[in-house]
């Protein structure tokens, strides 16, 4: 299975850009890259996704690296509401009898400091 | 109003009494998961389903039975719980596909003593 590499952990002052990473350099060409976070006592929610373009969202946005092995977050104004837990996650394919199976890890725990 | 449901929402049970947490999700999505959370070990895969009657292993299968009758449902057993599958659980569900998004429910939290 595609795995994922996130930093434990990582701070930032409200107001200012995120930008959160991940690894996965074992991606299929298939293999889509989500993003989800979880805030405190919650379900995890979706975030953004993407397969080889950059995206943007009402939330966020998603820099896919030109190799498809990283990519990154962009929350460009972090506020209090952000802090949260953020997964990485690689979600295969475009077939019905591919391999569901997802790894979420530990993900990224984003603490914004006002 | 789209959701994923999960009864009962909390749970405080004995070591090997069988129980059932439920899991309903209204938006006709082939695909549903159950997962358990633990701290320092983020959001592990138990089972999960591409569609009726089909059910896989995740990464942490052991202690847990599912089963897939009906599309809108997918119920976690734990047939003889034991102390270490006490655990903050999740069901989500989605379309199929990889581009598609999980929507999760709001947890169940079981001790099991």
Not at chain 1, 15 to 29: A, F, K
Not at chain 1, 67 to 72: A, E, F, L, N, P
Not at chain 2, 55 to 72: F, I, L, N
Request: contains cysteine; hydrophobic residues 30%.
């Amino acid at each position: 299975d595609a795995k994922t590499t996130q930093p434990n952990s990582m701070e930032s002052n409200e107001e200012e850009p995120v930008h959160l990473p991940c690894n996965h350099s074992t991606i299929s060409g298939t293999d889509y890259i989500h993003w989800y976070r979880q805030l405190p006592s919650q379900g995890p929610e979706y975030v953004i996704h993407g397969l080889t373009s950059n995206v943007n969202n009402r939330m966020a946005s998603l820099a896919i690296a030109e190799d498809r092995k990283s990519s990154t977050l962009i929350l460009h104004r972090a506020t209090l509401r952000d802090a949260a837990v953020y997964y990485c996650i690689l979600r295969g394919g475009i077939s019905n009898f591919g391999n569901e199976k997802l790894t979420f890890g530990t993900g990224t725990r984003l603490t914004i400091i006002p | 109003e789209a959701q994923v449901t999960q009864n009962p929402r909390y749970l405080i049970t004995v070591t090997g009494k069988k129980l059932t947490v439920t899991c309903s999700q209204n938006m006709n999505h082939e695909y549903m998961s159950w997962y358990r959370q633990d701290p320092g070990l983020g959001l592990r895969q138990i089972y999960y389903s591409m569609n009726v009657e089909v059910t896989d292993k995740g990464d942490v299968p052991e202690g847990y039975k599912v089963s897939r009758k009906e599309k809108r449902n997918f119920p976690l057993i734990l047939e003889s719980p034991s102390p270490n599958q006490t655990s903050l659980y999740f069901c989500a569900s989605s379309f199929q596909r990889g581009y598609n998004e999980q929507f999760f429910g709001p947890g169940t939290r079981l001790t099991v003593l």
